[in-house]
């Protein structure tokens, strides 16, 4: 798993670690770690220029210059402002052989140090005209820490900003470097620990593949386990006018760990319904958990009526349309930009720029977990717990795929995940399932690899798993 923690909980660490071993020391390590990403990055036939800005960001960058000169490497200096760039690194740098330019422009590879972690969003001056030529020029950028003009703390982009292809950020990840729109700029991320001891609990997570031991003994069936005891799901989903709804959204609860899924809706539909998926019990009966809403009626009746079984839900599509003022049982909603936009009644572009907030936001109004689908999906439960989900491909923007997620998710609800993991844990395997497929891929090729994802997930293979098999 990787965590990310705000800007001030970094702040607070870094003044523990200096009064044990100094400020000095935090640099060295950052300056070590930096230097030596740099130099996997960069051919050491090549020129780098470093935009150095002021204070310790920009220290760190110079130390970095310092010990790359020393191995031999090419690097040249462009300072923001000389008088305010980091006096003993810009010593350190110009003695070890790094030369000063008054300009960027003609070099092919960029280390950005110009602005740290307590820095504003968006760029002016000097740095946005260089933020310019980096993005009109694309040379490969190396970011210190964060890539310079981003909103560290909640993603936001507002105004220029540096564009890197890999950012070295110390100690954690940060916000920014995770979350949309900002991310986008990030380009790879790496981690060095410079011995920072965050406290508290991260304020951002971000589940991975190998994080499937957490939740296994939810998921995976006992040995006495038996249909009822594994879950039953509830769909109310697909209409006249988007049956393929309701199939999609049956398929994604098919792939997950549910024993049974009820499907409630009209005849006609429900007939269609079992036709393709004979496994399927077209009637209403008692439910572990429900989804409903996946290309389904524009009525407030089946949201209500499935609410009256005081089960955990996941809302999704014309549901959104039509929420108590809260909830009272476990509840995911499941809105796009432009869906929790009207939720909210704001524009589809406030919502895009600032995705944290307007997630936090309507989490706490509706007492509810909100999982935000965008290009870094978002899972934000009631109490303020954050997840990010970093799989995934831009093939997943297709007809359905919210569907299947919807069906998938509620399948882990009903085995006994609570709404922020089951959120948290369907997003990333529907993610996982679209790099498996690569594209372009379809929402039914999706919900037909996520069932080998789901076991690969709770079920990692072993060393020496398949040895002696032929090939």
């Known amino acids: 798993m990787l965590t990310a ?8 660490a870094e003044e523990v670690a200096a009064a044990d071993a100094g400020w000095d020391e935090l640099m060295r390590r950052a300056a070590a770690g930096l230097a030596q990403h740099v130099a996997r990055a960069v051919p050491a036939t090549e020129t780098l220029v470093v935009l150095v800005g002021p204070g310790n960001n920009g220290g760190d960058a ?16 462009c300072l923001l402002d000389e008088a305010k760039a980091h006096p003993a690194g810009l010593a350190a740098a110009r003695e070890a052989g790094a030369q000063m330019v008054d300009r960027p422009e003609g070099h092919r590879h960029v280390v950005d140090a110009i602005f740290g972690i307590g820095a504003r969003p968006g760029l002016a001056g000097t740095a946005a005209a260089w933020a310019e030529w980096i993005e009109r020029e694309r040379p490969f950028v190396v970011a210190v820490d964060v890539p310079s003009g981003i909103g560290v703390d ?8 540096i564009r890197a292809d890999l950012t070295v950020t110390f100690a954690t990840a940060k916000h920014g470097l995770l979350l949309g729109p900002a991310s986008a700029l990030a380009g790879r991320v790496e981690v060095v620990d410079i011995g920072l001891d965050l406290a508290g609990e991260p304020a951002l997570e971000a589940l991975d593949a190998g994080d499937g031991a957490r939740f296994r003994d939810a998921i995976v069936p006992g040995h006495d386990a038996h249909k009822y005891t594994r879950g039953v799901l509830g769909v109310r989903a697909g209409s006249p ?15 997950g760990p549910a024993g049974m899924i009820r499907f409630v809706g009209a005849q006609d539909l429900a007939r269609r319904v079992v036709d393709r998926a004979p496994e399927i019990v077209a009637r209403r009966g008692r439910v572990q958990a429900w989804v409903v809403g996946s290309g389904g009626e524009d009525s407030p009746v089946p949201l209500a009526s499935a609410l009256r079984d005081e089960v955990p839900i996941v809302v999704d599509a014309t549901a959104l349309h039509h929420l108590p003022q809260s909830f009272e049982v476990d509840a995911l909603l499941t809105p796009h930009a432009g869906e929790l936009a009207a939720v909210l009644g704001v524009d589809r572009e406030a919502v895009e720029a600032d995705p944290l907030r307007h997630a936090r ?3 706490e109004r509706y007492t509810a977990t909100v999982l935000l689908k965008g290009p870094r999906t978002l899972v934000v439960a009631p109490d303020g717990r954050t997840r990010v989900n970093l799989s995934g491909t831009p093939w997943l923007g297709t007809a359905g795929a919210g569907d299947v997620l919807a069906g998938f998710i509620g399948s882990l609800l009903a085995t006994g995940l609570d709404a922020f993991d089951a959120g948290s844990v369907g997003a990333l395997l529907h993610g996982l399932a679209a790099e498996r497929l690569r594209g372009p891929l379809v929402a039914s090729d999706v919900a037909r690899e996520l069932g080998s994802v789901l076991h690969d997930f709770c079920e990692p293979r072993r060393p020496g798993d398949g040895e002696g098999e032929r090939p």
């Open 154 to 161: 909640d993603g936001r982009l507002d105004g220029p900003a």
């Open 361 to 363: 936001e309507a989490a």
């Open 241 to 255: 006018q988007y049956a393929g709804a309701a199939h999609l959204c049956v398929a994604g609860a098919q792939a």
């Open 5 to 12: 923690h705000t800007v001030a909980q970094v702040r607070a």
């Open 62 to 77: 110079l130390f970095a210059a310092a010990h790359l000169c020393r191995e031999g490497r090419r690097v040249n200096l």
